[in-house]
């Protein structure tokens, strides 16, 4: 049986019309719901998952790091080929491997098989990853582009923060095979629908081909340095760490190299040199620095220090992405009437004033007490989040969305392993104040984040965050 990855409708020249733009869009969040979820989904199962296949806790992190490091390894080069090939080919070809992946984990019976398969799982996900936001600049109109941004940042930031609560679910009815057999059937549906409504790219790079050696430097680049800031923060020596960092200086400094003289790079170099791009992706990483940091720690505090449970925790933590799903897709329709570094200014800066209020807790809080500031965080990730991504993919060429793309997911996933490698360092520094530091280090961040977006107000926007007509 073949599989058409071609689209039978005519390529848009200004976005979908209604209603395949709605089929569209529906069909990205899907996948990408699916991608961003099993990065943290199997942190939760990782001590059953040991125990069930008679693995150690320290051999059994290779379940959550094969999926990280297929990702971070893969992306850039995938995004590439979005731009060569069409980012339609690449994310339906995504979506096969991720669920016939997800299957194969399902099925492990041992670490080595759940790990391989766990890796390719993470090509999936890289390949989905890399160009859904160059996707959403052709399912949507120019001037509309923000609400698809809108859109596509609550999925994301919803997806990001909802993995644990998920997986305790699954786990508290099923065993943990079926945290990857659930994704069979929302992997399927996304697959008909991305076959039937996603359109092709609108532009091609004519002569232009895919240079596995750049993708090999890539690779070892990214996996080594997410290798080594994995490894300390599951409690690596460094003895291990420094020369793991070195090597990936050295082997990254020949492959900067290639890069700027390339006309085409898998690293888009070239797009960093379009000052707003830049601050942007600046922004973006600050943001998920401090969402790691506050995320990842918040929960040990409120059941070490607040003696809450897991149950009371999960529901807790849920006011974050609750206030996200109000104010992502509020700020995309915004970015369509303010100017985007305003609004991610205000953003990172409620952001930051919730980091610093959750920071000076009472030593006894109320529920309410944590929920209003959670909240506030939220709103103000939710405020920044979409218009910083309109902008990224927007000041790109029509022709390099895909390398955009890859930039924007490859800075969130720097983000968030550094902050989580962070929080690691700052509980070993800081035992009974870990928590703290690591709130007033985001709030730093966001604080951090705001003066650099605020820098991108005296910049030109791109033209279709310029552009005032409506349909």
Same mark, same amino acid.
């Given at each position: 049986?073949?599989?058409?990855?071609?689209?039978?409708?005519?390529v848009p020249t200004n976005g979908l019309p209604l209603p395949r733009r709605?089929?569209?869009?529906?069909?990205?969040?899907?996948?990408?719901?699916?991608?961003?979820?099993?990065?943290?989904?199997?942190?939760?199962?990782?001590?059953? +998952?040991?125990?069930?296949?008679?693995?150690?806790?320290?051999?059994?992190? *290779?379940?959550?790091?094969a999926y990280q490091l297929a990702t971070v390894i893969s992306l850039l080069?995938?995004?590439?080929?979005?731009?060569?090939?069409?980012?339609?080919?690449?994310?339906?070809?995504?979506?096969?491997?991720?669920?016939?992946?997800?299957?194969?984990?399902?099925?492990?019976?041992?670490? $080595?098989?759940?790990?391989?398969?766990?890796?390719?799982?993470?090509?999936?996900?890289?390949?989905?990853?890399?160009?859904? /936001?160059?996707? +959403?600049?052709?399912?949507?109109?120019?001037?509309?582009?923000?609400?698809?941004?809108?859109? !596509?940042?609550?999925?994301?930031? $919803?997806?990001?923060? &909802?993995?644990? /609560?998920? &997986?305790?679910?699954?786990?508290?009815?099923?065993?943990?095979? *079926?945290?990857?057999?659930?994704?069979?059937?929302?992997? +399927?549906?996304?697959?008909?629908?991305? #076959?039937?409504?996603?359109?092709?790219?609108?532009?091609?790079?004519?002569?232009?081909?895919?240079? *596995?050696?750049?993708? %090999?430097?890539?690779?070892?680049?990214?996996?080594?340095?997410?290798?080594?800031?994995?490894?300390?923060?599951?409690?690596?020596?460094?003895?291990? +760490?420094?020369?793991?960092?070195?090597?990936?200086?050295?082997?990254?400094?020949?492959?900067?190299?290639?890069?700027?003289? !390339?006309?085409?790079?898998?690293?888009?170099?070239?797009?960093l040199r379009i000052p707003i791009f830049s601050l942007s992706i600046v922004?973006?990483? #600050?943001?998920?620095?401090?969402?790691?940091?506050?995320? %990842?720690?918040?929960?040990?505090?409120?059941?070490?220090?607040?003696?809450?449970?897991?149950?009371?925790?999960?529901?807790?933590?849920?006011?974050?992405?609750?206030?996200?799903?109000?104010?992502?897709?509020?700020?995309?329709?915004?970015?369509?009437?303010?100017?985007?570094?305003?609004?991610? &200014?205000?953003?990172?800066?409620?952001?930051?004033?919730?980091?610093?209020?959750?920071?000076?807790?009472?030593?006894?809080?109320?529920?309410?007490?944590?929920? *209003?500031?959670?909240?506030? #965080?939220?709103?103000?990730?939710?405020?920044?989040?979409?218009?910083? !991504?309109?902008?990224?993919?927007?000041?790109?060429?029509?022709?390099?969305?895909?390398?955009?793309?890859?930039?924007?997911?490859?800075?969130?996933?720097?983000?968030?392993?550094?902050?989580? &490698?962070?929080?690691?360092?700052?509980?070993?520094?800081?035992?009974?104040?870990?928590?703290?530091? #690591?709130?007033?280090?985001?709030?730093?961040?966001?604080?951090?984040?705001?003066?650099?977006?605020?820098?991108?107000?005296?910049?030109?926007?791109?033209?279709?965050?310029?552009?005032?007509?409506?349909?």
């Amino acid at each position: 049986m073949s599989v058409n990855l071609s689209s039978s409708q005519p390529v848009p020249t200004n976005g979908l019309p209604l209603p395949r733009r709605y089929w569209a869009i529906f069909a990205i969040a899907m996948g990408i719901t699916l991608s961003v979820l099993d990065g943290a989904i199997a942190n939760v199962a990782l001590p059953t +998952i040991a125990t069930d296949l008679n693995a150690t806790p320290a051999t059994s992190i *290779w379940v959550v790091n094969a999926y990280q490091l297929a990702t971070v390894i893969s992306l850039l080069s995938l995004s590439a080929l979005g731009d060569m090939i069409g980012y339609r080919k690449i994310y339906i070809s995504g979506l096969v491997v991720f669920t016939l992946a997800s299957l194969a984990c399902a099925f492990s019976r041992s670490l $080595v098989s759940l790990t391989l398969a766990r890796t390719f799982q993470g090509f999936g996900s890289a390949a989905i990853a890399s160009v859904n /936001t160059s996707l +959403i600049r052709i399912i949507y109109p120019q001037h509309f582009l923000g609400r698809g941004m809108g859109i !596509n940042a609550l999925v994301v930031a $919803v997806s990001s923060v &909802a993995g644990p /609560t998920v &997986a305790a679910g699954v786990l508290s009815v099923a065993s943990w095979p *079926w945290l990857f057999a659930v994704n069979l059937p929302v992997g +399927i549906a996304a697959f008909i629908l991305s #076959c039937k409504f996603l359109p092709e790219n609108p532009v091609k790079i004519k002569g232009r081909r895919f240079d *596995w050696r750049d993708g %090999v430097l890539n690779a070892l680049t990214f996996g080594l340095l997410i290798a080594s800031i994995e490894g300390y923060a599951h409690g690596m020596g460094l003895e291990h +760490i420094v020369p793991g960092i070195i090597l990936a200086l050295v082997v990254g400094y020949f492959f900067v190299r290639r890069q700027l003289r !390339n006309p085409f790079p898998i690293l888009p170099l070239d797009l960093l040199r379009i000052p707003i791009f830049s601050l942007s992706i600046v922004t973006s990483i #600050c943001s998920f620095l401090a969402q790691m940091l506050a995320m %990842v720690s918040l929960p040990f505090f409120m059941q070490e220090v607040l003696g809450r449970d897991e149950v009371s925790t999960g529901l807790l933590m849920t006011a974050w992405p609750v206030a996200i799903v109000f104010t992502a897709p509020v700020a995309g329709l915004l970015v369509e009437r303010v100017h985007a570094g305003i609004l991610g &200014a205000i953003g990172l800066s409620i952001f930051s004033m919730g980091l610093f209020f959750t920071a000076f807790l009472p030593d006894t809080p109320t529920d309410g007490a944590i929920l *209003w500031r959670l909240a506030l #965080c939220g709103l103000g990730f939710g405020l920044f989040q979409s218009p910083n !991504n309109s902008i990224i993919i927007s000041s790109a060429p029509a022709g390099r969305s895909g390398g955009a793309s890859g930039m924007l997911a490859t800075a969130r996933l720097l983000g968030q392993t550094t902050g989580a &490698a962070l929080v690691a360092l700052f509980f070993h520094l800081f035992p009974s104040e870990g928590m703290h530091v #690591c709130l007033f280090v985001g709030g730093t961040l966001a604080g951090l984040g705001a003066m650099v977006s605020s820098l991108r107000i005296s910049q030109p926007l791109p033209e279709a965050l310029r552009h005032e007509k409506r349909e």
